[in-house]
């Protein structure tokens, strides 16, 4: 969850490592703290807040040396607060640590450090382990980097790590397990950090870290990787694909708003060479080679948190509508710990919009260790679960920095789609008629979304009536209901109004009771199967005074006649209304965020990249 940013090299670092810090902010923001040596000095700042706070309290404090780390951090263990910020201290104070995962078995570990003597100032795992490194390095007389080996042999959890020592003035040492990492390689430099972003703009030249590697990063010297079993491995470099004027706001007030508008690109993007009416094809060359499994399949799993659980809502229906292949969708935390059962011809189709989620990779291994094909759909080029899948394709959408997914939900949707349709394809589920007609429709949904996207002021005037509600309701039926999940999930996200998704015909099970003057209940009604039913519904609404904001087909003037305020949205074909409908509720959301006063890129208490249970 957190953000780290490391530089050795011939530059001042600590403009780096700030710039940096600023990029990974999405990662985490409780507090942030940077560590650099100048001349035998070791200079640590850090404080509670955002890198800004950081900034402000370095003010004129002396920031020189060539080599340093950095660190925005989500906190797991320890209140957000200054002396639970990274970097954290060794016992000597001559050497630091920052980290991101979680060390679980500290507890155990600090009470062994407190029998030797040992004083802990934080509350935090990551000064344990630092304590445990150089408390190694003490007893067994060995260099730093073995100490690091031997004392991973003993932690159990999750960690991305990097450490700097006053002791070793030209080296950094990382490591990395369930935790993302990439080292960046200049010319005579080395850049760290827990993704790409930071990166970019100083070199194109990386190499992604796997399990339970450890870097030896010493200045003049080239790349050394071991395994934490003393393995010496030979670094893949790889180039990246990453444009830096992407991680920009490129004029927008925030990255939420310019994500939501990149929509129809990132959806076409998603599509590109994939997709072709004009040939009748749709191929998705990463799965290609697993095409046999799809189609043998007695069953698909899809395993997702949050956003992509929803996409993967909408692949059930995509999957069993088109494919006609049973379909289950599990979270991702909750199918690691039940114990399920898994067979050699399941499927399993993990989405991520990072690549890094550690419910969803630690699903991931359990699928594999008994047998299953798992498919990956991710965004990021050389993500964990990318390298941890048997197949799978890339969504293609861009990097996205909003902690709220937007672009992301539609990128994968987009994927399932396509999979879908070529799954169908082979297995002669479908008519050729049907398939040329929803491929031909697919290539016409980025240019509807730039038409939902010309509603942006009418969205506007609706949030401006809605922004002091206390409570929402999103309603939707069939391919709808999971966009009414997604609605509620971004308006509580970023606005903090409580606000539930249901399907439209379990409203009077339980919420109805809640419907009162005063509650916006937001309904998908969308021309499709389930329409009538969905417009009695919306009458049970409004017979008891409740506020009706509908998502429509252009042209219609039933639910119009019904509803407060509706949005009108193109005429899609119904299996591809999520793609179109989800983009009113995104802009919806942002709005009334905003006129809330609320922290759009950065809502309280979340992180972009979940990357710790």
């Known amino acids: 969850m957190c953000g780290i940013v490391a530089y050795i090299g011939n530059k001042q670092a600590y403009p780096i490592l700030i710039k940096g810090l600023q990029r990974l902010e999405y990662r ?12 035998d000095e070791l200079n640590v700042y850090k404080c509670k807040g955002k890198v800004g706070d950081l900034v402000k309290f370095i003010g004129e404090k002396n920031t020189k040396g060539t080599i340093g780390i950095g660190h925005t951090r989500w906190a797991t263990h320890g209140e957000p607060n200054d002396v639970n910020a990274h970097p954290q201290f060794s016992a000597s104070q001559n050497m630091v ?45 060995v260099r730093l980097g073995e100490a690091v080996r031997i004392a991973l042999n003993q932690v159990v959890g999750a960690y991305s790590i990097v450490i700097l020592s006053k002791e070793n003035p030209d080296e950094l040492f990382a490591a990395k397990k369930g935790s993302p990492m990439v080292i960046g390689i200049g010319v005579d430099e080395f850049f760290i950090a827990s993704d790409a972003t930071p990166i970019i703009e100083y070199t194109k030249n990386v190499v992604y870290m796997e399990d339970e590697e450890i870097a030896y990063i010493e200045r003049g010297k080239d790349l050394k990787i071991k395994t ?30 310019k994500e939501i508008y990149e929509q129809p690109r990132s959806i076409k993007d998603s599509m590109r060479g994939r997709l072709s009416s004009e040939n009748r094809i749709v ?105 941890a899948t048997h197949a799978g394709s890339y969504t293609h959408a861009g990097p996205e920095i909003g902690v709220a997914s937007t672009k992301a939900f539609t990128a994968q949707v987009t994927v399932l789609t396509l999979m879908a349709l070529r799954v169908a394809f082979m297995k002669g589920t479908i008519s050729a008629s049907r398939f040329n007609e929803l491929i031909t429709e697919l290539e016409a949904i980025p240019e509807k979304v730039e038409k939902v996207l010309l509603k942006n002021d009418q969205i506007k005037f609706i949030a401006d009536i809605y922004k002091n509600s206390t409570n929402a309701l999103y309603l939707g039926r069939g391919y709808t209901f999971p966009v009414a999940l997604e609605g509620a999930l971004k308006l509580k996200e970023i606005s903090y109004i409580h606000a539930e998704g249901y399907p439209a015909a379990e ?42 904001i509908a998502i429509v087909t252009e042209g219609d003037s039933i639910v119009k006649e019904m509803a407060d305020y509706t949005i009108e949205i193109p005429e899609t074909d119904e299996i591809l209304v999520p793609l179109v409908s989800v983009v009113p509720l995104q802009l919806l959301s942002y709005h009334i965020a905003v006129m809330r006063g609320c922290n759009v890129d950065q809502p309280r208490n979340l992180a972009k990249s979940v990357t710790v249970e």
């Open 97 to 141: 640590m920052i980290h991101n995962g979680i060390i679980e078995n500290y507890a155990p570990l600090k009470e062994e450090l407190k029998k030797r003597g040992h004083i802990f100032l934080s509350d935090t795992d990551t000064e344990v382990l630092i304590h445990l490194i150089e408390d190694i390095k003490q007893k067994e007389g």
């Open 507 to 548: 409203m009077k099970h339980g919420p109805i009771a809640l419907i009162d003057e005063e509650m916006p209940v937001i309904v998908i009604a969308t021309k499709g199967a389930s329409y009538e039913k969905v417009v009695s519904n919306i009458q049970e609404v409004k017979a008891r005074k409740g506020k009706i």
């Open 228 to 257: 934490i079993k003393n393995k010496a491995k030979t670094p893949y470099v790889q180039e990246l694909e990453m444009k830096l004027e992407a991680l920009e706001k490129g004029g927008y007030d925030h990255f939420m708003l």
């Open 283 to 387: 191929n998705l060359g990463g799965i290609t080679e697993y095409e046999q499994k799809f189609i043998n399949a007695k069953r698909i799993i899809f395993i997702a948190c949050g956003t992509s659980w929803h996409a993967g809502l909408v692949g059930e229906y995509l999957f069993e509508d088109l494919a006609r292949i049973p379909v289950e969708v599990e979270y991702a935390s909750e199918f690691r710990y039940r114990n399920p059962i898994v067979y050699e011809d399941d499927v399993v189709i993990a989405i991520s919009q990072s690549g890094e989620t550690a419910d969803t990779l630690a699903a991931i291994e359990l699928a594999k260790s008994k047998g299953a094909t798992i498919i990956g759909i991710c965004n990021v080029v050389g993500s964990s679960i990318a390298r």
């Open 28 to 39: 985490g923001y409780d507090s942030a703290g940077v560590a650099m040596i100048e001349k």
